[in-house]
């Protein structure tokens, strides 16, 4: 199984909700990605787990809460989203550097948010 | 702070033709990767490029890496309407210390459009 599956693959909102997005890999792959892809815009990097431990965070608001309750699961919980957060959100996972040779991120299909 | 710049970021070819597109960075990295997106979809990957000189073809694409130049060409030949699609560089950091996980910076992508 070579793929990443996020769920749901859309989600509205508002901005009192709480809601959660959904990152699988079957990949045997020790290192997940959270991004944010705006409309015409490349990907912007919100957190990254390796080891199921958070290794990096890009001053990601507060209002974003990562989860990786296992070595194949990464949650984005989300919680008094503004509508600027409306976007694509993306889930990537690879090898840690040093663990292999690629460190190539593969991509899951994204969960599109619109906050309200 | 790390730059990546991809020029041009609109293309309208013809089918038939051949075309380069360029990908800039300003720090050292030795680890450049090329994606492809369609309209409303994730990210693919299509190569991953690791050290200096290195070249990678698959069918009507070539992806090259001259790291001393900072630069990454994709060159494509006699274009074809399907390889129309946003196309991405990615430059990975070295892991800060610290951290095992790795940072990729995206250029704007190149949003390519083939004509009949």
Redesign the interface.
Known sequence: DTEVTQTPKHLVMGMTNKKSLKCEQHMGHR?M?WYKQKA??????MF????EKL??NESVPSRFSPECPNSSLLNLHLHALQPEDSALY?CAS?Q???LA??????????TRLTVL | ELKVEQNPLFLSMQEGKNYTIYCNYSTTSDRLYWYRQDPGKSLESLFVLLSNGAVKQEGRLMASLDTKARLSTLHITAAVHDLSATYFCAVEEAPRAGTSGSRLTFGEGTQLTVNP
């Open positions: 290192a990605y015409k815009k490349p990907p912007e990097l990254v787990y390796s080891y290794s990096i993306l690879s840690p550097r040093g040779v690629y460190n190539e991120q593969f991509f899951g299909p994204g």
